[in-house]
């Protein structure tokens, strides 16, 4: 049996966050000794394990819980488990278009700088054009 200090020592995962999984009931409440320390073994050990590598892996804890709660019942279909798996690609690949289209604008606005005075700067002038951005990409600064 491992206490808190150790479940999050082995898991790389904060106490807090230990706590806060037990508040939200992704980690079922633990075992306690005479004098009400929490006490997990191995199920809570990988129950914690899965749900770190999981948010490593961008996962919401919303998806997470829908992953465990299928993953609890083992009649369910692997398709369901593929769909949040999909869903969480897809999110990842729309961040990375971001992110690359992100990359594109920086590199334009740094290759126009013409290395002169700071009232010439392209980088300066791209920055201050907050209706473009607006127009661009919504109200919303998305």
């Known amino acids: 049996m491992l206490s808190i200090g150790a479940l999050a020592k082995r898991t790389g995962t904060k106490v807090q966050t230990i706590r806060y999984y037990e508040q939200i009931g992704l980690m079922p409440e633990p075992g306690r000794t005479i004098g009400g320390q929490r006490r997990y073994g191995d199920g809570e050990l990988d129950r914690l394990a899965f749900i770190r590598h999981a948010r490593q892996l961008g996962f919401s804890l919303e998806a997470i819980r829908e ?6 019942n083992p009649e369910c279909p692997c398709a ?3 769909a949040v798996a999909q869903r969480q690609l897809r999110g990842v690949e729309a ?3 971001r992110l690359e289209a992100l990359r594109t604008e920086l590199r334009r606005m740094v290759s126009e700088c013409g290395q002169g005075k700071v009232a010439d700067c392209r980088v300066l002038e791209v920055l201050r054009d907050h209706e473009e951005c607006l127009s661009d990409h ?3 600064g998305a």
């Open 80 to 82: 369901q488990i593929d």
């Open 138 to 140: 919504g109200r919303d």
């Open 95 to 97: 961040r990375i278009a």
């Open 67 to 72: 992953l465990m709660e299928l993953a609890d």
